[in-house]
């Protein structure tokens, strides 16, 4: 069971928008930065957004990200097949002195 | 090009032990921190754990249920970090990435920068 709570799956249409969420307590998301990463089938992750809201240069702006509190969101808007991931949220944990990832969330484009 | 390439995996049997190497390339290496991340086949993604600049004393960590039996190094001389792992169980098959944080900054942890992964399976 991961320390960041995401949901195992998710999907939408072209052209739609969706959210991915993720929870977690304040000794990780409540009290340090947020990142998403993206990983495409057989290959490494990417870096999706850092600092719970900023992206990447080069990054498309139909990524976004949001916090409130001990929760954060990754929306991704105007879907594409090519978004079709899985994606994670990671964040510095106080109490465990370590990284924590979410389980990771298995976005498909319908 | 900035690159990560790791090496060292393969079949070792349960209670053996293994040094995995990552080789960097294309940045000031010794002035970034370098951590580990698994993923077992299927599964999420798993931090490991990480060793800070020689600037921030060659600091480690490394995630709890791993401490004792893995530790990280490096050689600024050859730009490579090192996961020694031993007492190696079937849990810790998986494929291991070496990545590097996007700024210098000791805390930061967003990893913008990863290698193609080296795959460790532990089996008898």
């Known amino acids: 069971q991961s320390v960041l709570t995401q949901p195992p799956s998710a999907s939408g249409t072209p052209g739609q928008r969706v959210t991915i969420s993720c929870s977690g307590s304040?000794?990780?998301?409540?009290?340090?930065?947020l990142n998403w990463y993206q990983q495409l089938p057989g290959a490494a992750p990417k870096l999706l957004i850092y600092?719970?809201?900023q992206r990447p240069s080069g990054l498309p702006d139909r990524f976004s990200g949001s916090m409130s509190g001990t929760s954060a969101s990754l929306a991704i808007s105007g879907l594409q097949s090519e978004d079709e991931a899985d994606y994670y949220c990671?964040?510095?944990?106080?109490?465990?002195?370590?990284?924590?990832f979410g389980g990771g969330t298995k976005l498909t484009v319908l | 090009e900035v690159q990560l390439v790791e090496s060292g995996g393969g079949l070792v049997q349960p209670g053996g032990s293994l040094k995995l190497s990552c080789a960097a390339s294309?940045?000031?290496?010794?002035?970034?921190?370098m951590h580990w991340v698994r993923q077992a086949s299927g599964k999420g993604l798993e931090w490991v754990g990480r060793?800070?600049?020689?600037?921030?004393?060659?600091?480690?960590a490394y995630a709890e249920s791993l401490k004792g039996r893995f530790t990280i190094s490096r050689d600024d001389s050859k730009s490579t970090a090192y996961l020694q792992m031993n007492s190696l169980k079937t849990d810790d098959t998986a494929v291991y990435y070496c990545?590097?944080?996007?700024?210098?900054?000791?805390?930061?942890?967003?990893?913008?920068?990863w290698g193609q992964g080296t795959m460790v399976t532990v089996s008898s």
């Open positions: 990671a964040a510095w944990d106080d109490s465990l002195k370590g990284v924590v």
């Open positions: 600092n719970n809201d």
């Open positions: 990545t590097r944080p996007r700024t210098t900054t000791p805390w930061d942890d967003a990893f913008d920068i």
């Open positions: 294309g940045f000031i290496f010794s002035g970034s921190a």
């Open positions: 060793i800070r600049s020689k600037t921030n004393s060659y600091a480690t």
């Open positions: 304040s000794s990780n998301i409540g009290s340090n930065t």
